[in-house]
C-alpha cells in the first residue's frame, strides 16, 4: 500500500513538469527559446528565484503576485502547476495498481503534458503548435505500435477518416469554423483513439463547444459569426470524457 506523502511526492514531481509547461505556453508560440533564459516576472521583468518558482505553493504563498513589484501572477501558471501535477499522481496510481505499465505510464504522461500545453495555447494565442502535434503524433504511435498492433490499421483509418472531415469542415467554412491546426489535431484524435471512441469525443467536443459558445455570446464576451472561440480546448475535453466515461455511455445509449 503506497502512502498518502508518497502520492504528495509525486504530486510534486509532476507539478514540476507543469512549471515547465508553462514555459512552453508562453515561449514557443513566440518562438522563444525554451531552456537559455531564465523565468522572469513579466511586468517588472525581474528575475525570479529559486523558491518564487517552487511549483503551486509559491503561488499560494505569494498570494497570486510578484514577490517584487506586486503584479498580478496569471492564474494559469497555478492551473497548469496544479492539473499537471494531479494528472502525474493518477498515472502513477495506475501504475503501482497494476492497470498500465511503465511504458504506457512514460506515453501517457507525454500525451497528457501535451494536451495541457495545447489547450492553454489554442486558448491564449490561437494555435496549436506543430512541434507539439508531432511529439503527440509519435507517441500516439508507440501506443498503437506496442499495444494495438493488431487493429493499427483500423486505428490509422480512423485518423484518416477524422482528418478528411475537419479538413471538409475547415474549406467549407473558409478557416472561420475552425483553424488548420484543429485539422491537424483530429488526426491525432482519430488515431489515438479509434473508431468508435474518436467518434464519441468529437460529438462531445461539438456539444461542449456549441454550449460553451452561447453561454459566450449570451454573456456578450462574443459576437456571433465575428469573434471565434478556440476548438483545441473542446477536443481535448472531448477526449478526456471519452477516455473515463467511454464505456458508461455507450452502455447507456446500447450501441457498440
Given amino acids: 500500500m503506497i502512502s498518502t506523502i508518497v502520492y504528495f511526492l509525486v504530486f510534486i514531481f509532476g507539478s514540476s513538469f507543469g512549471?515547465?509547461?508553462?514555459?512552453?505556453?508562453?515561449?514557443?508560440?513566440?518562438?522563444?527559446?525554451?531552456?537559455?533564459?531564465?523565468?522572469?516576472?513579466?511586468?517588472?521583468?525581474?528575475?525570479?528565484?529559486?523558491?518564487?518558482?517552487?511549483?503551486?505553493?509559491?503561488?499560494?504563498?505569494?498570494f497570486g503576485k510578484c514577490r517584487y513589484c506586486k503584479s498580478i501572477i496569471p492564474a494559469r501558471i497555478f492551473f497548469v502547476e496544479l492539473i499537471t501535477g494531479t494528472i502525474f499522481a493518477y498515472l502513477f496510481f495506475l501504475f503501482f495498481s497494476g492497470i498500465i505499465n511503465v511504458v504506457l505510464f512514460f506515453l501517457f504522461s507525454v500525451i497528457a503534458f501535451c494536451l495541457i500545453v495545447i489547450f492553454f495555447t489554442d486558448l491564449k494565442f490561437g494555435i496549436i503548435p506543430d512541434e507539439i502535434l508531432l511529439v503527440l503524433l509519435f507517441s500516439g504511435l508507440a501506443v498503437?505500435?506496442?499495444?494495438?498492433w493488431e487493429n493499427f490499421m483500423s486505428f490509422v483509418l480512423?485518423?484518416?477518416?477524422?482528418?478528411?472531415?475537419?479538413?471538409?469542415?475547415?474549406?467549407?467554412?473558409?478557416?472561420?469554423?475552425?483553424?488548420?491546426?484543429?485539422?491537424?489535431?483530429?488526426?491525432?484524435?482519430?488515431?489515438?483513439?479509434?473508431?468508435?471512441?474518436?467518434?464519441?469525443?468529437?460529438?462531445l467536443a461539438f456539444l461542449t463547444g456549441a454550449f460553451i459558445s452561447v453561454i459566450l455570446i449570451a454573456w456578450g464576451k462574443k459576437r456571433f459569426k465575428?469573434?471565434?472561440?478556440?476548438?483545441?480546448?473542446?477536443?481535448?475535453?472531448?477526449?478526456?470524457?471519452?477516455?473515463?466515461?467511454s464505456d458508461k455511455i455507450f452502455r447507456f445509449l446500447g450501441v457498440f
Avoid: Q
Avoid at 21 to 41: E, G, H, K, T
Avoid at 144 to 148: D, E, I, M, S, V
Avoid at 232 to 240: E, N, V, W
Fill in 144 to 148: 498503437n505500435l506496442l499495444f494495438n
Fill in 19 to 62: 512549471s515547465f509547461l508553462n514555459v512552453v505556453i508562453d515561449r514557443l508560440p513566440n518562438n522563444l527559446p525554451l531552456l537559455i533564459s531564465r523565468s522572469r516576472c513579466e511586468s517588472c521583468k525581474k528575475t525570479l528565484k529559486w523558491y518564487d518558482l517552487f511549483p503551486v505553493f509559491s503561488y499560494l504563498f505569494l
Fill in 158 to 203: 480512423s485518423g484518416i477518416g477524422a482528418l478528411l472531415f475537419f479538413l471538409l469542415l475547415f474549406l467549407l467554412t473558409r478557416g472561420k469554423g475552425m483553424g488548420f491546426g484543429d485539422v491537424k489535431f483530429s488526426f491525432f484524435v482519430g488515431f489515438l483513439l479509434g473508431f468508435p471512441k474518436s467518434l464519441l469525443a468529437f460529438y
Fill in 226 to 245: 465575428k469573434d471565434t472561440v478556440p476548438f483545441g480546448p473542446f477536443l481535448i475535453a472531448g477526449i478526456c470524457l471519452t477516455i473515463l466515461y
